[in-house]
């Protein structure tokens, strides 16, 4: 009993010398009655606002931009283009698309001619060792633009050229499109289906 009674003591002894410990930081006890959370978000909002006013005025002198030739302002961005390329992660080397159209096994294009335009089954490279595949929607007539049509991840390509008929949005816009003078490439996303998970 007396050895509990001395153990009981040390442990009580050990918590008024160790809770005495002083935080290695400035710091007082929350005594206002203003609501924390919205002083909190007003803190939030002037440190971000002050940042963002110190970024912008030390913008000024990182940027010496030169605006006498195309050569020479590519050169005077070079350093910002290589650094959005490492955030974004395109570091790899570009190669040459070299866009072919593909073709069925007796050799003949893979292509559905409709009035006004063709469209042809078609590859490309994207780096070396990785290729891309889509459609490619060309007017029979004078091209007005070219697009990159980015479909969902779960709509096919033939949806938006109007060769599946799914009655959902995108059916036939492509093909529209191409119709009135756009020439389209519509690449094959992977697909977030889960049917097979």
Same mark, same amino acid.
């Given at each position: 009993?007396?050895?509990?009674?001395?153990?009981?003591?040390?442990?009580l002894l050990a918590?008024?010398?160790?809770?005495?410990?002083?935080? !290695?930081?400035?710091?007082? !006890?929350?005594?206002?009655?203003?609501?924390?959370?919205?002083?909190?978000?007003?803190?939030?909002? &002037?440190?971000?606002?002050?940042?963002?006013?110190? =970024? +912008?005025?030390? +913008?000024?002198?990182?940027?010496?931009?030169?605006?006498?030739?195309?050569?020479?302002?590519?050169?005077?961005?070079?350093?910002?283009?290589?650094?959005?390329?490492?955030?974004?992660?395109?570091?790899?080397? $570009?190669?040459?698309?070299?866009?072919?159209?593909?073709?069925?096994? $007796?050799?003949?294009?893979?292509?559905?001619?409709?009035? *006004?335009?063709?469209? $042809? *089954?078609?590859?490309?490279?994207?780096?070396?060792?990785?290729?891309?595949?889509?459609?490619?929607?060309?007017?029979?007539?004078?091209?007005? *633009?070219?697009?990159?049509?980015?479909?969902? *991840?779960?709509?096919? !390509?033939? =949806?938006?050229? &109007?060769?599946? +008929?799914?009655?959902?949005?995108?059916?036939?816009?492509? $093909?529209?499109?191409a119709e009135s003078?756009?020439?389209?490439?519509? !690449?094959?996303?992977?697909?977030?289906?889960?049917?097979?998970?």
């Amino acid at each position: 009993m007396k050895f509990i009674s001395i153990l009981m003591y040390l442990c009580l002894l050990a918590l008024s010398v160790f809770g005495q410990i002083t935080a !290695p930081f400035s710091s007082a !006890p929350l005594t206002g009655q203003d609501d924390l959370s919205s002083l909190m978000v007003k803190g939030i909002d &002037g440190f971000l606002t002050a940042e963002a006013e110190r =970024v +912008r005025q030390a +913008r000024q002198g990182l940027w010496q931009l030169n605006f006498s030739g195309t050569e020479a302002f590519n050169k005077s961005i070079g350093l910002q283009r290589n650094l959005l390329a490492q955030f974004l992660g395109v570091v790899d080397t $570009r190669v040459n698309p070299d866009l072919e159209v593909l073709t069925n096994s $007796r050799l003949q294009q893979l292509k559905v001619e409709a009035e *006004a335009c063709i469209i $042809r *089954a078609v590859r490309w490279r994207v780096l070396e060792g990785l290729s891309a595949e889509g459609l490619l929607l060309q007017p029979k007539g004078k091209i007005i *633009a070219r697009v990159v049509m980015i479909p969902d *991840a779960d709509i096919l !390509p033939e =949806v938006l050229a &109007g060769l599946q +008929r799914t009655g959902g949005p995108g059916t036939e816009i492509a $093909r529209r499109l191409a119709e009135s003078g756009w020439e389209i490439l519509i !690449p094959v996303l992977v697909s977030r289906d889960d049917t097979f998970s």
